[in-house]
């Protein structure tokens, strides 16, 4: 089915803004990008969805393994107990110790669930732990290669603290209910440096461009994510805790309610 995701503003970070913008969206592909009324006039039959904001391409996070299995994401039934923020550093070191197979993938799970959350769509690997790549695959999140992830500074882009393929302990299914935690924006200025887990790839001071996968081209993927901000300079300050709508291949995979 052919949709039409449209917004007051589309962003395709590798050309001009496009006010009062639309993306057309076929499949898996994007077939169409540009004003609101060709786009929609190109395509009559379309289903249209009307988005506040700005749409963008999806992001990438090249700190995934390190917020994969460095954290904890607690599930919201031990809030009273953890909070309801991810868990990291000395935080997530008394914890490991207590956490079997099963509550180890929910936790990966809910993490991954916050990086759709984030209008994450890209993720740097590589996941040596099977669990964690089985994890990943089902939440159809693209894993890149580190040289393949653009603006990527040097030595931080596996985003592992300490030693371990990835520091993953025990696996199992990755079939947990659905819960979650809120991001936490800060940290150092490449983003790992904190304790603290850094959900936001526009942490660290990157700009949109540096920020995306690749921009919004007709023929490609459609990866997208909508930010409820007014411009560009907007989100960059505001950070990808705006994101309303995430879209994978296609697939409306997160919309805040």
Do not use: K, N
Not at 59 to 72: E, I, P
Not at 85 to 90: D, F, H, Q, T
Request: aromatic share 4%.
């Amino acid at each position: 089915m052919l949709t039409v995701h449209a917004a007051p503003l589309v962003l395709p970070a590798g050309a001009a803004a496009i006010e009062h913008g639309a993306v057309a969206v076929e499949g898996d592909r994007i077939v169409a990008l540009g004003p609101y009324d060709t786009v929609v006039a190109a395509h009559p039959a379309a289903r249209v969805r009307q988005w506040p904001g700005a749409i963008t391409p999806g992001l990438l996070q090249r700190h995934a393994a390190w917020l994969l299995t460095r954290c904890y994401h607690p599930d919201p039934r031990e809030a009273d107990d953890l909070g309801i923020e991810p868990l990291s550093g000395e935080a997530f070191a008394r914890l490991t110790g207590e956490l079997d197979a099963t509550r180890w993938a929910g936790s990966v799970r809910r993490g991954l669930q916050q990086l759709l959350r984030h209008g994450t769509t890209h993720l740097t690997g590589p996941f040596r732990d099977p669990a964690v790549r089985t994890a990943v695959s089902r939440s159809g999140l693209v894993e890149v290669s580190a040289d393949a992830a653009p603006g990527d500074p040097s030595g931080v882009s596996h985003g592992v603290r300490g030693g371990g393929a990835d520091g993953v302990r025990g696996g199992g299914s990755d079939a947990v209910r659905d819960g979650g935690s809120h991001g936490v924006r800060g940290g150092g200025p490449d983003g790992v440096a904190s304790d603290r887990p850094d959900l936001d790839p526009f942490a660290g001071g990157r700009d949109l461009a540096g920020s995306v996968h690749a921009p919004l081209v007709i023929g490609t993927r459609a990866d997208l994510a909508v930010f409820d901000v007014p411009d560009e300079a907007a989100l960059v300050a505001a950070g990808a805790g705006s994101c309303v709508v995430t879209v994978l291949a296609g697939r409306l995979v997160y919309r805040r309610r």
